[in-house]
C-alpha cells in the first residue's frame, strides 16, 4: 500500500461494519444496485451525532439560518445554474465488455497499482540482496494481507520494476489528475497503454456524462425537472427572503441538511462514492469590497496542512504547513472569509475525531475548478482507499446570484445607504425605445438587460465595435431568449456619465463549505479502527463520545433475576438525562465478549451491575479503551458518564479521584 493510502486491514473493518450493520447496499435481498446504500441502527445514529455536531459548531455558534428546501428541481433552475450544461465528469467504455468507467479513476488506479508493484519489485530485490531499501509499499505482511483484499480499481500490485524517470512520470501524473481535462485523459490513456484493470481489454476516448438524475414533474410530462444535485440551489433563490428575515444585515449565512443525489458513473468504494449522500451546506454571504471576517483573528494562528495549486502543478503532493493568518498574507488564500472557514471545517473535523496527521487542505487545479467558482480548497481525508475530499470550501463569487437575478428578473442583490453620496464616472447603455424595441422584439427586454448588466469591460468591447464596424454582436445565454443578436448604433446610446449614488447596490459574494457526510462518516469509521494489543481478533472502534452511536452500555454480570430491576432502573436514569444507553443482557454469551462486541460498536463506556449492586446499590463503571473499571453508587456513575458524554470531565480525571477495580472480566 502507498504512502497515500491509510494502511489497515480493510477486509477485517468490512466484516465489522457489515456484521454490526453500519451500513449495508440497499435492496440487498433483491439484486441490489451499485452506489445505493441503507445506514443501520449505528450508522445512522453515528451520523446523527456528526450532524447534530455540525449544527451545534456551524448554526447555532455562527448564528446561521437553517432552511430545508425542495429535492426536486425545475430544470430551468439547474440550467440557469449551469448544471445541465457542465455538472459532468469524463467516461470511458471496455470496447468488448462494454464496462462504463470513470476516466480520470481510470488513469489514476492503473497509474498507482504499477507504482505500487514497482515498490513491490524494489522491495523483493532489496531483501534478496539483504540490503535496506526505502519503499513506499506496505511490508510484506501487509503484502500478504492486500492480496486477499477485493480488486483494487486499477488492478492488484504486480511486481515489476519500473524505470526511475517513468515512475517520477507517473507521480507528476497522479499529482495533478484533477487538471486534466477529456482530451488530456485520452492522451494519457493512450500514451501508458491504460487498460480496463478487470478485463485488460482497451477502453474508448473519454466522453462527457452528465451526472444528474433526470425526471418528469406532474402527469403530463411536459415539465422536466431533476433530482438536485447539490443544496446551495434552494438557498440562492430564497436569498431575498434571507435577507429580509435577517433585517438586510449584512454579512449573514443560510444553513441546509439534506440529500443529494449524483448518477456516478462507476460508483465504488462503499460511501465514499454513492448515488445518494447527505449533504450538509453553507452559503454565506458577504460584500465583495469587504472580504475580512470579525473572528478572522481567532483562527489566524491556526496551522493547516495546505497543498496550494502552484505546488501540485510542480508535480508535488506533500502539503505545506503553514498558519491562516500567513496564507492569507500570502494570498495562497484569497480572503479572510475563506481562510476562516477553512479554520472552522479543520476545528470540525477535529472534534468528530479526524487523525490530524491524516488531514489536508489542496486547492483546487484550473481544469477542475467548477463551473462557478473563483477558488476552492478541498479538506481531504486519508483512508485506505487515497486521499478522499470530504469538504469542499469554495468562493462562488456572485455568479450563482447573478444568473439567476438575470435570468428571472428578480432582484437578488442587497441596497446599503451610503453615509456620504458616492459620485464617480461610468459608462451607461440606453436603449433608444423607438429602434430597439420594434427590431429586436421579444429579445428586446432580455438583450436590454445583458447590456445594462455588463462589468465595464464588456461594455467597453460593445462600444468599440459600434465605433469600428457600425455593429456589435450580442450572445445570449441562459435566458428565455438564447441566440445571438446584431446591435447598431441608433438602437443604443453608450456614453459616460457622472453618477451620484446615495445607496449602493450589489450582489453578494458566496463562501461556500459544503460536507459529505457520508464520507466523513466512513473516514471516521476508519481512523477510529484498532485491535487489542492481546488479541488480534478483538477489533475496537474509539469513536470520541460525542460522536459514539451508543454511549453507554448497561449489562448484567450475569443473567441472575435479580439483576432485572437495577438493569432497567441504570438505564432509564442515563436516557433521562439524555445518554442514549443500550442494554446487551443476553445470558449465553460471557461478560468478556459482550464487552467485546460493544466495543465494535464503539460504545465508551460500560455500567455493569452485578451482585453487590443488590447490597450497596453500587455498580462498576468500564471505560472502552483502557479498559479499566471504578466502582460507585448508581447515582454517582450516571453523573459521571453524563459529565465525560458531554466532555465536561475526562476519564483521567475520574481515575485520578476513584480507585480501580481488579477485574478478569476481559
Known sequence: MTDSKLNIDRTALEQLVNKRFFYAPSYGIYENVAGLFDLGPTGNALQQNLIALWRQHFVIEEDMLEVDCSVMTPAQVLKTSGHVDKFADWMCKDTKTGDILRADHLVEGVLEARLEGDALARQMAGIAIGSAVAVESASGDDAKKDSKKKKKKGGPAVAAKLDDAVADEYRNVLAQIDNYDGAGLAELIIKYDVRNPDSGNDVSSPVEFNLMFESNIGPTGQLKGYL??????????NFSRLLEFNNQKMPFASAMVGRSFRNEISPRSGLLRVREFTMAEVEHYVDPLKKQ??????????????????????????????????????????????????GRIHSYLMAVGIKPELLRFRQHLQNEMAHYACDCWDAEIKTSYGWIECVGCADRSAYDLTVHSNYTGEKLCVRETLPEPLVYEKLICEPNSRVFGPKLKKAAKPVQNYLQTLSESGLS???????????????????????????TPDMVCIENKTITEHVREYTPNVIEPSFGMGR????????????????EQRAVLSFRPVVAPFKCLVLPLSGHPSFAKPLLAVARQLRSMGVPARIDDAASASIGKRYARNDELGTPFAITVDFQTADDSSVTLRERDTTKQIRGSIDDIVVIVKDLVSDSITWDSVLASHKLVNTSSE
Open 228 to 237: 438536485r444535485p447539490e443544496t446551495a440551489q434552494g438557498q440562492f433563490v
Open 293 to 342: 471576517h470579525p473572528r478572522f483573528s481567532e483562527v489566524a494562528d491556526t496551522t493547516l496542512p495546505l497543498l496550494p495549486a502552484s505546488v501540485q502543478l510542480e508535480g508535488k503532493s506533500q502539503p505545506i504547513a503553514m498558519s491562516i493568518g500567513d496564507a492569507v498574507e500570502k494570498k495562497i488564500i484569497d480572503n479572510e472569509t475563506l481562510g476562516y472557514f477553512l
Open 461 to 487: 468591447a460593445v462600444k468599440a465595435a459600434l465605433d469600428k464596424d457600425g455593429k456589435a454582436v450580442v450572445s445570449l445565454r441562459n435566458t428565455t431568449a438564447d441566440g445571438q443578436y446584431e446591435i
Open 520 to 535: 466523513i462518516l466512513y473516514s471516521l469509521i476508519e481512523h477510529s479502527f484498532n485491535v487489542r494489543a492481546d488479541d
